[in-house]
């Protein structure tokens, strides 16, 4: 049996652009594919690789992902009262009991790197994972962060989720240069934050999902502005493998939906109602219609 990841950190201090006018209110993460946020997504993934404490590097005006996994009093009261227990479970079963939820503000937005190293007096030094929710990732198995934890305690590396994307993307991504050493896995040579096409080594690019070992706080500590005049956290994770020569690449088992932009939202909202027996009919018909 591998040791689980017990702390996930979920950096969601972004302002969400993309969506706007509906995150002028609505934080990104609490965008709904169906009835759940995408940060209920996230959440259940880092549960399923055994997290028991979840870290939410948030900023200083969101305030729905900490009231949305806290207790809701009067609700949960009204629906005890009417018999409603389904609904009630619903409410209740944000979070499960045994895992808890610890927010930290990161005072300004210096970048990816910088907002997971404002985690770091939570983490200490333990393996940890990183879960960026706009990229939902659906398995019917097991869930990619779970399969990462398992690689990475197997190996003693840090583990990053990769994918291939089209060549022309490569500047939305961090890209990987790898040697394969299986179907799944590859040992990465080097990588780098968002390279043009004409300079990127592969089209292996970096999604959402990270498995590091606590040192990298160190290295973000010393990591200067990178692409976009932010901190990195690709640039530490190249720090890291230059210093231990190891970190593996991941070609999960699942399909990414990347929810950070309205076509990715669809594309997941369909996927996720086609999974659904009551309502993938509907899906069918009014398709076939358009
Ligand atoms: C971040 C990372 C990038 C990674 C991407 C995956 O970029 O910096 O390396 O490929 O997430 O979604 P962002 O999308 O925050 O610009």
Redesign the pocket.
Known sequence: MSKPLRKVVFPVAGLGTRFLPATKVVAKEMLPVLDRPLIQYAVDEAVDAGADTLIFVTNRYKHAIADYFDKAYELEAKLEKKGKDELLALVQGTLPRNVRAIFVTQPEALG?GHAVLCAKPVVGDEPFGVV?P??LIWNKGHGALRQMAELGDAEQAGVIAVEEVPHDQTD???IVDAERIDERSARIRFMV??PKPADAPSNL????RYVLPGRIFQLLEQTTPGAGGEI???DAIEALLKEQGKVLAYRFEGTRF?C?NKAGLVRATMHMAMQDPTLAPTVREFVSQL
């Open positions: 990816l960026l706009d990229d939305k991504y961090g934050e968002k690019a970096v999604v959402g990195q956290l690709t990347d950070g």
